[in-house]
């Protein structure tokens, strides 16, 4: 769940009942699991990177792209996981579980939480031009000290 205020969330929270853990974050405040601060993973290496990711399912228009995207990552990082929801990749992301996120085909209600988790965690967060419409764009990368180098590659590839 988040709130939106001025198209930027200002509160998220991100609930994952399997491990009963309950993500926080309000802007200024930190982000917290269940009560305690976390931060997003200081892996600086992309190479050693465990990155997170959704697939397409009802819209193929970019199945292409997609693959090609996931060609590229799977040869320059540790390895690609997919949760099933793009919240929780959003939260496993802002706690250092996964080093980076990325999903194309999101809508508002997937990822308002999860940006402010991430960026109170002290990660970052754009759409895949690098820029910082994220919420209605309906693309999403995220990711710690990778940033950087992490959207220099979806510049590269995705616009292609």
């Not at 009942?17 to 200081?42: C, T, W, Y």
């Not at 997609?66 to 802002?94: E, F, P, V």
Request: hydrophobic share 45%; net charge negative; with cysteine.
């Amino acid at each position: 769940m988040g709130l939106i205020f001025n198209k930027q969330p200002i509160l998220g929270l991100i609930y994952e009942p399997n491990r009963d853990e309950m993500f926080s974050a309000a802007l200024g405040q930190g982000a917290f699991l269940n009560g305690k601060p976390i931060h997003v993973s200081n892996q600086a290496d992309l190479s050693k990177s465990l990155l997170a990711t959704g697939f397409p399912y009802y819209d193929f228009s970019y199945q292409d792209r997609y693959i090609d995207l996931l060609k590229k990552l799977m040869r320059k990082s540790h390895g690609l996981r997919r949760m099933g929801a793009a919240a929780i990749d959003l939260a496993y992301t802002a706690c250092g579980r996964f080093e980076g996120f990325f999903e194309a085909n999101l809508k508002p209600w997937d990822v308002a939480a999860g940006k402010i988790l991430i960026e109170e965690a002290g990660g970052m967060v754009s759409n895949f031009s690098g820029g910082d419409d994220v919420i209605f764009k309906g693309e999403m990368i995220g990711a710690g000290p990778i940033f950087n180098e992490f959207v220099t590659i979806f510049k590269e590839e995705w616009f292609k």
